[in-house]
């Protein structure tokens, strides 16, 4: 992650991945032309990177020349592209290579194209390492193409923010602010999770997704990841993590603009909750905090007993079964609780009281973050 000014940006292309796409293209340009010495045009600023090393891994002879937007002075939208300039060379039937860093709505593009209407050339082609798909709006073609990206703002690689970043040698996206509260709520059996996810759902408008719910409903409906997890638990054996996070990630893009996520159920291990943090960096969003709920042991045997006189639930009727799952949980807790204590997220609460009063105190800690 970097900062450039006030925007935070993360990894997106390698320096290896972005080395890898000119030397496809420069290969496919040498294989086009073959023994005809091209005039490469590198448009400045963002391509100077770019048109550098193109022409260095050029295996034939060619020609480099740089012209410039007068629309980049002083101006930051590619609506204001009035001309380009530095352009001198006799190109009269000559073959023209345009080096774009990047093309996304294509403005520039139609500039440059009706700057070099007039010059007579033989060819004009188009060559940009980044193309952005669904952001471009001309019918002009580009033969030849890098990397196709997302619509989203990256620098580095000659592509700046305000000025900085051209220098990088590898490619950053932009970390987008999601406005997000997203909750691991954890609680032994009998502490009252459940419920208190139910009040804190309606109250913070979130999205409460329970691993157990979510296996139940892939493995009811036999979706492909459903019928993978099933196939390991018939084996007897645990369904890998990222089988669970894949589940977990569908639920999340199915509720792509909720205001935020209760997790229930996971993480477990500090693996899963590395690949937690992972989706929801992908997601620019983060896990804000762990909350437990703490109940005595000896409440919650109480309560477990006194459910399980009405719940029919095997492991709510027999006590030593019932104080081993409570030993399971702490030991997983304990766990996940120094994971999250080290990012100072974790925050324990009484779970003992009223519905009320446990709402009330769970909502004081959510309403500081």
């Not at 807790?333 to 009223?354: E, M, P």
């Amino acid at each position: 992650m970097i900062k450039l000014h006030d925007k935070y940006f993360k990894p997106f292309i390698s320096a290896a991945e972005i080395e890898e796409a000119i030397d496809r293209m420069v290969a496919e340009i040498a294989n086009d032309l073959g023994d005809e010495v091209p005039v490469f045009v590198g448009i400045l600023n963002g391509s100077f990177m770019l048109t550098s090393d193109f022409v260095k891994k050029y295996p034939k002879p060619c020609e480099v020349t740089f012209i410039k937007l007068a629309s980049y002075e002083g101006v930051k939208s590619s609506e204001d592209i009035q001309r380009l300039i530095g352009l001198t060379q006799d190109l009269t039937g000559r073959t023209v290579i345009i080096l774009e860093d990047i093309i996304d709505t294509g403005k520039t593009l139609a500039e440059v194209h009706r700057i070099f209407k007039n010059e007579k050339v033989k060819a004009l082609k188009i060559a940009t390492l980044f193309y952005k798909p669904e952001a471009y709006k001309k019918d002009f073609k580009l033969h030849y193409i890098g990397i196709k990206i997302p619509n989203k703002f990256i620098v580095g690689y000659g592509l700046d923010y305000d000025n900085l970043g051209r220098d990088l040698p590898e490619v950053y996206q932009i970390k987008e602010t999601q406005h997000m509260t997203n909750l691991v709520l954890f609680g032994p059996p009998g502490a009252g999770k459940g419920t208190q996810a139910n009040f804190l759902k309606e109250k913070y408008n979130l999205v409460h997704i329970s691993t157990g719910d979510v296996f139940r409903y892939n493995i009811k409906n036999e979706t492909a990841l459903g019928m993978l997890a099933k196939s390991y638990i018939d084996k007897g054996a645990l369904v890998p993590d990222q089988v669970t996070i894949d589940m977990l990630n569908a639920e999340v893009e199915k509720n792509a603009d909720a205001n935020g996520f209760i997790f229930d159920g996971f993480p477990r291990t500090n693996a899963q909750a590395d690949a937690l943090d992972a989706l929801m960096d992908e997601k620019d969003s983060q896990i804000n905090a762990m909350i437990a709920l703490e109940v005595d042991d000896e409440v919650l045997v109480k309560r477990l007993l006194e459910r399980g006189k009405t719940s029919g639930r095997a492991d709510d009727a027999d006590e030593s079964v019932i104080r081993n799952r409570i030993k399971v949980y702490y030991n997983e807790t304990a766990i996940l609780k120094d994971y999250y204590t080290a990012q100072n997220k974790y925050f324990g609460v009484d779970g003992v009281g009223s519905i009320e009063e446990i709402t009330e105190r769970l909502s004081a800690v959510i309403d500081k973050l």
